[in-house]
């Protein structure tokens, strides 16, 4: 456990000289305190926002997108509301017949024109970027489909152009914690539009899930048996690298290192098996793999830091996996009783590749000593998989910015960039 240099009724820490405190996690008074804003509770109310919005977007005619065959996808979104492009883009990269594109600042690409499809995507309706890129798809004569709050300028922008508006609301929740909220219609679009396979049924799963892994991560949940305060205290220790398996597990990666980072006030490296495996790999031989300072070993209780230099924190592979697929087929690789020849090996699925390649890592991880944070999701649908990881990381680095003795709503930095960028 670690011990904090402030006293646990400061309300707003000081950042030189608060360090984690596991003991705030369990307090339940302390929580409340902190979190001001009520992250914790929005994030609770994930599996609500995935039913909300099949709702809303029923409601607002998103089956006007029927038959409608778009040259082209823009998903233009800012802040926390990227997730929604990233989401976007692994759910179609295996279906969708023509290109889906994200699209954060700037002009929208030079080819966006009338024969295209810009979605875009805000919390709170009034993002300036989203906003500006929304105007000039109207401009242009893209067709429009936009989701966020109602009476919102970006809902006036939508309702100029005769695009389609799915009003979201989600009460207490900012960009970051409202991601299935905005994401719920987006994915309906796509099955709409015949991009990817969304339906109602798999967004009623994923719904489910999310209510699972917030029962599980619930702040009365004791940090022995509270998975999400589990990985807090593992990543406030530790120099973290988060690494994720294909286009769903690059995205719950790049998210959990955004909210770890955002959130949570650590900065976090990310990776994305395959491609990731040897940048990630390399790391193993440094001398953060086991936890070294100055030489020294770094679980050895007898260094004195006055002597000996300052603890390096050791690194931390955080992987997040998948549910484990069953090896072949039936009889696959066995003969019969009958004595007929072996049956043919069924070949090796992507997801059996996959998880072959992801125990090869964890493995090399522990042999050089790096500690490692297994993130399990036990699911049959990819995007079940990614719910199940989204879920966790985001509770996780909120209870590693509470147990800072952080709000992990608001930053003063960010406060005064805002400021900075507005004078």
């Known amino acids: 456990m670690f011990c904090s240099s402030t006293s646990p009724a400061d309300s707003t820490p000081d950042p030189t000289t608060t360090v984690f405190d596991e003991a705030r996690l369990d307090d339940q008074d302390t929580l409340e305190r902190l979190d001001r804003s009520g992250t914790l509770r929005a994030l609770a109310g994930a599996g609500a926002q995935v039913r909300r919005a099949v709702h809303a977007a029923d409601e607002a005619g998103l089956s006007r997108l029927e038959g409608l065959e778009p040259r082209g996808v823009v998903v233009a979104a800012a802040g926390g509301s990227t997730a929604v492009a990233d989401l976007l883009d692994a759910a179609t990269r295996g279906a969708a017949a023509i290109p889906v594109q994200g699209c954060s600042s700037g002009p ?22 989203t906003l500006g890129l929304a105007a000039e798809a109207a401009r242009r004569g893209a067709t429009l489909l936009t989701v966020g709050a109602p009476d919102s300028p970006l809902a006036e922008v939508s309702a100029r152009a005769r695009g389609i508006h799915v009003p979201i609301t989600v009460p207490g929740a900012s960009s970051r914690t409202s991601m299935w909220a905005q ?24 719904a489910d899930v999310l209510d699972d892994r917030a029962q599980e991560a619930r702040p009365s949940s004791e940090s022995f048996v509270n998975p999400a305060k589990v990985l807090a205290v593992e990543v406030a220790e530790s120099v973290p690298i988060v690494l994720g398996s294909g286009w769903f597990g690059g995205v719950a990666a790049r998210r959990a290192a955004a909210m770890f980072g955002r959130t949570g006030r650590v900065p976090v490296a990310s990776g994305v098996l395959p491609d990731a495996a040897s940048q990630i790999v390399a790391c193993f031989d440094g001398t953060l793999a086991a936890g070294e300072a100055a030489g020294q070993a770094g679980d050895d209780i007898f260094i004195d830091p006055f002597l000996d230099g300052p603890m390096r924190a050791p690194l931390r592979l955080i992987m997040l996996r998948g549910a484990s697929a069953p090896t072949g087929g039936a009889g696959a690789g066995r003969s019969d009783e009958a004595g007929d020849e072996p049956q043919p090996q069924v070949p090796a699925s992507p997801d059996d590749l996959d998880r072959s390649l992801v125990d090869m890592i964890v493995s090399v991880a522990e042999d050089a000593g790096v500690r490692v944070s297994l993130v399990d999701a036990v699911a049959p649908e990819p995007l079940l998989r990614l719910a199940s990881h989204v879920a966790l990381t985001d509770f996780a680095a909120t209870y590693l910015a509470l147990g800072q003795g952080f709000d992990p709503a608001t930053s003063p930095h960010v406060r005064l960039l805002r400021k900075a960028r507005h004078a």
Not at 187 to 193: N, R, Y
Request: aromatic residues 2%.
């Open 108 to 129: 929208l690409p030079g080819w966006v024109g009338a024969l295209d499809l810009v979605v875009a995507v805000s919390q709170s309706g009034r993002a300036s970027g």
């Open 183 to 206: 994401a719920t219609p987006v994915l309906l679009a796509a099955d709409v539009l015949r991009l990817a396979p969304v339906s109602h049924a798999i967004l009623a799963s994923l």
